[in-house]
């Protein structure tokens, strides 16, 4: 990550964007779209994260609008308690809107982020927490977006969880494109994981 060209900084935005917007919402048409003229290579060709975004790619071309909204409601929404809860809370402390969620907050008021009062789901929310990562390296503020304050962040509140939420999604049976988005975030995590171990050493 040290000494990065500005263009691999904004992939690594992109797809932190690209993460949430999966694991916030099924996708609609105009992104199904994208996928579907999406390049198939990887960010690096024989890297980690070849073999999981070639998967996800053929999984997005392969389902419908319908078929991606019954998946994500059967695994996110369903009646009563769904099959998988992706909130760092839950598989911090067991249960949602426990004090993982307001250590969060804190940090959040540190860096001088607010939750939009339109949004249905809490900070700990995996979408909210890779939007947070996207803005700290994409946003203009040097002092809240830079390397040490992206290091704090995801040590703090995405490295510890992601792979139980990763593993969960993928133990359920109805999973299939979000089982592909699964793999790819632990993917990608574990390529920002090294990246950071990098920087400490």
């Given amino acids: ?16 964007g690209l993460l949430a917007r999966l ?37 997005m071309r392969a389902t419908t609008v319908a078929t991606a909204s019954a ?14 809860f992706p909130y760092g809370s839950f598989f911090l402390a067991g249960f949602v809107n426990e004090k993982p969620l307001a250590l969060l907050r804190t940090d959040l008021a540190q860096l ?5 009062a339109a949004l249905l789901e809490t900070e700990d929310h995996v979408a909210y927490l890779f939007e947070v990562m996207r803005y ?3 946003g203009e503020d040097a002092a809240v977006s830079n390397l040490e304050q992206q290091r ?6 995405v490295q510890p969880w992601i792979e139980a939420l990763c593993q969960a999604v993928q133990a359920q049976p109805a999973a299939r494109l ?12 574990q390529v ?3 990246a950071f171990d990098l920087l400490e050493t």
Avoid: C
Wanted: glycine content about 6%; charged content about 20%; aromatic content about 12%.
């Fill in 23 to 59: 694991w916030l919402a099924p996708p609609d048409e105009p992104l199904l779209q994208q996928f579907r003229v999406a390049v198939t290579v990887a960010p690096q060709a024989g890297g980690l994260l070849e073999a999981p975004w070639q998967a996800l790619v053929e999984q």
């Fill in 178 to 189: 979000w089982s592909a988005v699964a793999a790819m975030t632990w993917a990608f995590v």
């Fill in 112 to 116: 001088g982020l607010t939750r939009d």
């Fill in 1 to 16: 990550m040290k000494n990065e060209p500005f263009s691999e900084e904004i992939a690594r935005a992109e797809l932190y």
């Fill in 136 to 138: 700290l390296i994409a």
């Fill in 192 to 194: 920002e994981t090294q």
């Fill in 152 to 157: 704090r962040f995801f040590r703090t509140h």
């Fill in 71 to 84: 998946e994500f409601i059967a695994l996110f929404q369903g009646v009563g308690k769904p099959e998988v």
